[in-house]
């Protein structure tokens, strides 16, 4: 099974909500993370986990809070977005903890802030 | 700053000719590139991978090219087919698992 799901595949909140997007992996993969992408833009690394340990946080803001329950799942929590958030959310992993291999990512949760 | 780009953001090809993408990056220290193929509503797809240690892979119906003296990296598909129609993108892996995705080139086949 080399497939990487994500839920919801579409999320709509308020400025004022709190939500989740979730990951999952069972490929046995010691790496996994979280992109943001917008229209026609490549996908940014947000945060990477490696061996369940969030290693990168690329300077994020703290409405977005990662966690990661075990070594198969990913959450991205969500509270007080703005508007500009919306945006493709990928979540990916890999087999390595250190780097190397290539990332397998899900099809994204499409988020919308109103 | 430091960047990994593409020359030519839209690619028009007829079907049965052979596509070549084009990727320029500037980190020297980088080791280990990937390209990617995103279709419409989808995540990025894994198509080939290239380790700075070699200078040419080859997968079905693609080549990656990395010539590491002009920091510079091709994609080549051979026999374009219309599902071949999307937005591709290289990417540099810098420290750890940190991937940076170029612009990406989309590439339309013309049937």
């Known amino acids: 099974d080399t497939e990487v799901t994500q839920t919801p595949k579409h999320l709509v909140m308020g400025m004022t909500n709190k939500k989740s997007l979730k990951c999952e992996q069972h490929?046995?993969?010691?790496?996994m993370y979280w992109y943001k992408q917008k229209a026609k833009k490549p996908p940014e690394l947000m945060f990477v986990?490696?061996?369940?340990?969030?290693?990168i946080n690329e300077s994020v803001p703290s409405r977005f809070s990662p966690e990661c329950p075990n070594s198969s799942l990913l959450n991205l929590h969500l509270h007080a977005l703005q508007p500009e958030d919306s945006a493709l959310y990928l979540c990916?992993?890999?087999?390595?903890?250190?780097?190397?291999?290539?990332?397998?990512f899900g099809p994204g949760t499409r988020l919308t802030v109103t | 700053g430091e960047s990994v780009g593409l020359h030519l953001p839209t690619l028009s090809v007829q079907e049965g000719d052979n596509s070549i993408i084009n990727c320029a990056y500037s980190?020297?220290?980088?080791?280990?590139f990937i390209w990617y193929k995103q279709e419409s509503g989808k995540g990025p797809q894994f198509i080939i991978d290239?380790?700075?240690?070699?200078d040419k892979r080859q997968g079905q119906r693609v080549t990656v090219l990395l010539n590491k003296t002009v920091k510079h990296l091709s994609l080549q598909i051979a026999a374009t087919q219309p599902g071949d129609s999307a937005v591709y993108f290289c990417?540099?892996?810098?420290?750890?698992?940190?991937?940076?995705f170029g612009a990406g080139t989309i590439l339309r086949v013309k049937s």
């Open positions: 990417a540099e892996e810098r420290y750890g698992n940190k991937l940076v």
């Open positions: 290239i380790r700075s240690n070699m």
């Open positions: 986990y490696s061996y369940e340990k969030l290693s």
């Open positions: 980190n020297s220290a980088s080791d280990y």
């Open positions: 490929m046995g993969h010691r790496a």
């Open positions: 990916a992993s890999s087999a390595s903890g250190t780097g190397g291999y290539e990332q397998y």
